[in-house]
């Protein structure tokens, strides 16, 4: 089967930093997503990983490993804005086909 | 236009009425994507449109549910004969390649009384 595990919910300070961790187990492995979500809003795109290692674009940075079917987002100096769902979403073997995880909603306090 | 763009935002209606969602993808995008999305779930994958064919209609949760898409770009997902479970966010998302990043829209948020 294919499963995609992250945290429901999660909360940090404002100035902080916080790590949203995913892992999964799917058929195949050809690329992770990180999407971001605003309460009513469409999906943004954040970032893709299909190497192992740290991908860095600002603030936001994302990790891979595939021999542990692990991955985390990892966002420095909270704003408030950041107040959002994180998806994480796996391209399996077919060209376009992904696997949602139900996201993590990340709750910043001032 | 600039972005996905999504109609109804809002639908409200009736068990066992008929509904139509459309989504009009970016300009140039050949792939095509519809989505649904419960609370607290992931997304779930309805169908996915290559230019004007469907290559895989395997999410579509029953035969209530169709979708068509026409000269290659505005796309119409159909319920017939709603039910409650019909209720959720139907999202569209489009992308220049099949590999490439989706672009959504912002939903139809549909209830079904």
């Known amino acids: 089967g294919q499963n995609i595990d992250q945290p429901t919910e999660m909360t940090a300070t404002e100035g902080a930093i916080v790590q949203i961790n995913c892992t999964y187990q799917?058929?195949?492995?050809?690329?992770l997503f990180w999407y971001q979500q605003h309460a009513g809003e469409a999906p943004t795109f954040l970032s893709y990983?299909?190497l192992d290692g740290l991908e860095e674009k600002g603030r936001f940075s994302s990790f891979l490993s595939r021999s542990k079917g692990y991955s985390y987002l990892l966002l420095k100096e909270l704003q408030m804005k950041d107040s959002a769902s994180y998806l994480c979403?796996?391209?399996?073997?077919?060209?376009?086909?992904?696997?949602w995880g139900a996201g993590t909603k990340l709750i910043i306090k001032p | 236009g600039a972005g996905v763009s999504q109609s109804p935002s809002n639908k409200v209606t009736e068990k066992g009425k008929d509904v139509e969602l459309r989504c009009d993808p970016i300009?140039?995008?050949?792939?095509l994507y519809w989505y649904r999305q419960s609370l607290g779930q992931g997304l779930e994958f309805l169908i996915y449109?290559?230019?004007?064919?469907?290559?895989?209609k395997s999410g579509l949760p029953s035969d209530r549910f169709s979708a068509e898409r026409t000269g290659g770009s505005v796309s119409t997902l159909t319920i017939q004969r709603t039910q409650q479970e019909d209720s959720a966010v139907y999202l569209c998302?489009?992308?220049?390649?099949?590999?490439?990043?989706?672009?959504f829209g912002e939903g139809s948020r549909l209830t079904v009384l």
């Open positions: 300009s140039g995008h050949t792939a």
């Open positions: 449109f290559q230019g004007n064919s469907a290559p895989d």
């Open positions: 990983n299909v």
């Open positions: 998302a489009s992308s220049l390649s099949v590999t490439g990043e989706l672009f």
């Open positions: 799917t058929s195949g492995f050809n690329g």
């Open positions: 979403a796996v391209k399996v073997d077919s060209n376009y086909q992904l696997i």
